[in-house]
């Protein structure tokens, strides 16, 4: 498989931010959490934990799927991935800003690809807004769209 430059800077871009944002969490830097990271960063479209093993393991590494949901569980903590409920899978985050109370991602129901978004500030404030109304501070917000790509001819 051919890999374009501009997505090799992209896989890279994010495992060195990744790898930084761990340290300045006061992680370690350990290869099972690298192999976790490198498996994610090459994706368009979100992957199981069990996929996750899969592809490190076919790739030569060596990890268990207990290993893999443990550092998941710390890369989402850290804000470095996105858990996308409507496919139960792992995508990278790769927007500036991930870290905190939002997830904005639109899924393609016909291949499967992830595409991150940002909703905009006013829709967020309405949200937010809508939820004081309610009696409860929203902690966070997480928006998950399924859709299915529009016809050529439309």
Excluded: W
């Excluded at 761990?22 to 490198?38: D, E």
């Excluded at 903590?77 to 904005?104: M, Q």
């Amino acid at each position: 498989m051919v890999t374009s430059p501009n997505v090799l800077d992209e896989v890279r871009a994010y495992e060195e931010h990744s790898l930084k944002e761990l340290r300045a969490a006061g992680y370690r830097i350990t290869m099972p959490r690298v192999q976790v990271i490198r498996a994610l960063a090459d994706t368009h479209k979100a992957l199981s934990a069990y996929a996750i093993h899969e592809k490190i393991i076919s790739g030569g590494g060596k990890i268990d799927v207990v290993s893999v949901y443990r550092i998941l569980s710390t890369l989402q903590e850290v804000g470095l991935i996105h858990h996308i409920g409507v496919v139960d899978g792992y995508f990278p985050c790769r927007v500036e800003n991930c870290h905190g109370k939002r997830s904005e991602v639109l899924v393609n129901e016909d291949t499967g690809e992830v595409t991150e978004l940002r909703i905009p500030q006013e829709v967020v404030s309405a949200i937010e807004e809508q939820a004081r109304q309610q009696g409860f501070d929203a902690t966070s917000i997480k928006v998950e769209i399924t859709a299915a790509e529009l016809s050529k001819g439309q």
